[in-house]
């Protein structure tokens, strides 16, 4: 009874054509969206029959998708667009875009191989989910004749290795992994994952930590000097040893809703993406984002055409129109997503240039590496040590 | 059967000829036709669904879109890891836990209710204690957050009355406060039933026998709504047992249940399916169990309320 409503709830949130949420709205909504799939899931029964008759959790408007031709669905991390930008691809070229927003890359992918997602013509993986989804055959490959400004991407993102020659994938914002705290809680600067560890004692119940197995194993990799994406399970092992030692500390394993805990004091440190703190820091410039000294893991969301599309063309149209320096500036300034245009980089203010949040220097950024896909054998060990991690 | 049928007699009878069969072909169509149209929504949604759970649980390690082995019984294998017994073992705990919380606030309120309040507020006050249920769950989830937190308004009032803080949040103490919240009003409406039907003139007499209220209590209210008491119990250990939100919500990082974990691998971090098909069969077959308790010693009547 109650799920029903929950599912009303969340059908809701994902219709809206993405108004300007006030960010506390939008996490609340995030979270929903992300609760009330689960609640679908915890009715089992109701899962897989989802699963089998290709209906979506969050009520995706496939239907309606399908037959419009003037219209674009697109499938995205909830603040990637916002009104002015949906405003502006309509005027440019008169197609209506909704955009269905997802908390994580393993909602995204669950809905899109359950056949839930037919309605996409964009969707917004991130770089590790674009080599899964090309490997089982979901994407269209890029007609680059068709794509205006590749050419103005920075030279790094020209010849991605997640998708050499983005052959696939175009990116979109890209952003690191790291710390957000209140420097006057804690009292002194925090350069590090380290600071947890030394402080374990004291930081009972303070700690939030991202819900992703290969970002909280790889920092804790990256502390023992190894790799993001090694495959050596006993260094794998080695990094949950010593994950155990700060389970107490953990308050929660969230990716998002630890904003309003961080900013009202009841957590001190949080284990962020770049984006989401740089999104909280405009509301809160007391608290501060870094980027582990010992080095992180360093992401890119991309735009990507599934090969379900229905509606390709218009899929053209918005890469281009996100490709045009100064719809991708605008982006930045508004929404301060990091954009991988070397063109539109360079119309933004000095400041917004300068902020090595949004833009690490090379230096911080020698230290960082991209997740990577691992084969299925050790995706087993890295998830069983994490059930392990979560259940205890 | 042909006395209790008054419809069929008016068409019977002016046609005498029809022959005993007629008779016989309604009685075999009515059922049909009442029963399709659920017969047919229950096999699409509910044996159809569970069928293809049997059938992934049965598959080691199935992730979508990856190539899958052969049958077997691997995923079972797998639930026997202590680590999982952990998580089974405190779903159970969670379950009975919120169940007898359930039991001992509610009995009191469905009682006062029932047999002490005006009748004429009866249904004014049960109105007013169901009424949180029209409110989404996850919205009294997140008002929990609210007042439990370590900056919330527990904690606001506890300090005003110079009481020692209290950090409940993301540990079990918030998780069976919030669920106990959540199923109150269940246990409330069905013991209400149960104790409206208390017959009140056993309780005169036994006071004229010289019971005192205890032994009253005890010796006559008990035993006449223990079909109730049963039935409320096991509805709230049922529901609690697969109770997904408050757990997420308020249970933080050191309260991982069996619906949570299921999440997890299908969803979330982990995504094994198969692990997930064979929790999910373990529940249905728990949650079948107990349903299966709730029709034999339950009170019918009143868990339909």
Known sequence: MSSNQQNRFDRKSAHLPLPRFSPTRRRFLKTSAAIASGLALSNCARNLSNANTGSSPTGSPTDSATSASGKLYIYTWANYTDDELIKGFQEKTGIQVVADPFASNEIMMAKMQAGGGSAYSIIYPSDYTVIEMRESGMLTPLDHSRLQGLDTLKPKWQNPVYDRGNAHSIPAVWGTTGLIYDP?????????????????????????????????????????????????????????????????????????????QLASGDITISMVYSQDAIALIKEKPNLKYIVPKTGSSVWTDTMVIPKSAPNPDAAYAWMNYLLQPDVAAGLVERLGTATANQAAFDLLSPETQKDDRLFPTEAMLSKCEGVAPVPARITEVYDQYWTRLTSS | ????????????????????????????????????????????????????????????????????????IGNYLEIFRPIYFQVIWRSVLFAVGCTVTCMLLGFPVAYWIAVMAPPRWRNLLLVAFVLPLWTSSLLRAYAWITILRPSGSLNSLLSALHLPNQEWLNQTPAVYIGMAYSFLPYMVLILYASLEKLD??????????????????????????????????????????????????????????????????????????????SFSILMITGVSIAIALLLKYGDRDSALT
């Open chain 2, 200 to 277: 009140k003139r056993l309780l005169e007499a036994a006071s004229d026998l010289g019971a005192t209220p205890q032994q009253t209590f005890w010796k006559v209210t008990v035993p006449q709504t223990l079909p109730g008491i049963a039935a409320g119990g096991l509805l709230v250990f049922i529901t609690s047992l697969g109770e997904f939100v408050v757990p997420e919500l308020l249970g933080g990082a050191s309260s991982m249940t069996v619906s949570r974990l299921i999440y997890n691998q299908f969803l979330g971090a982990t995504r094994n399916w198969g692990l997930g098909s």
């Open chain 2, 1 to 72: 059967m042909s006395t209790s049928t008054p419809s069929s007699p008016t068409l019977a009878e002016p046609l005498p000829t029809a022959p005993r069969g007629w008779h016989k072909l309604t009685r075999l169509i009515e059922p049909i036709v009442l029963l399709v149209p659920s017969g047919v929504w229950l096999l699409l949604l509910l044996v159809a669904p569970t069928l293809l759970i049997l059938e992934l649980s049965f598959i080691p390690g199935f992730r979508l879109g990856q190539p899958t082995g052969g049958y077997g």
């Open chain 1, 184 to 260: 006057q809680k804690v009292g002194k600067e925090i350069d590090g994952w380290s600071y947890i560890w030394d402080n374990r004692k004291s930081l009972t119940r303070q700690v939030t930590l991202i819900e992703d197995v290969r970002e909280v194993m790889g920092a804790t990799l990256r502390t023992l000097g190894y790799s993001y994406n090694t495959t050596n399970p006993d260094q794998i092992k080695k990094a949950y040893s010593k994950l155990v030692q700060i389970k107490p500390t953990i308050a929660s394993f969230l990716t998002t809703g630890w904003e309003d």
